[in-house]
């Protein structure tokens, strides 16, 4: 699985298409925690995240929600800002 970034101790990562399911997603692991979240929603879909970095991960998806739907329409995964 590509890692998109990394921030706050949190790792954005995004699986290719072809070997993944919609809706459209990003995967946010934090130490033993991990949460899925729609990327056209912004919303965790699954996991056991911490509100906190719930809350971190929704304001980055926020900024980059567009790039992050275009790679996963794509499959060209690249790179992107942390949080700052």
């Known amino acids: 699985m590509p890692e998109i970034t990394r921030f706050y101790g949190i790792i954005i990562k995004m699986f290719f298409k072809p070997k993944e399911h919609e809706p459209s997603h990003i995967h946010a692991l ?6 899925e979240f729609n990327i056209l929603t912004c919303e965790m879909i699954q996991g056991d995240l911490p ?8 304001e980055w998806l ?12 794509t499959q060209l995964i690249h790179k992107l800002p942390p949080l700052k």
């Open 62 to 73: 926020h900024t980059y929600q567009d790039e992050l739907q275009k790679m996963w329409e």
């Open 30 to 35: 934090y130490g033993e925690y991990i949460g």
């Open 51 to 58: 509100p906190k970095a719930q809350e971190l991960v929704t």
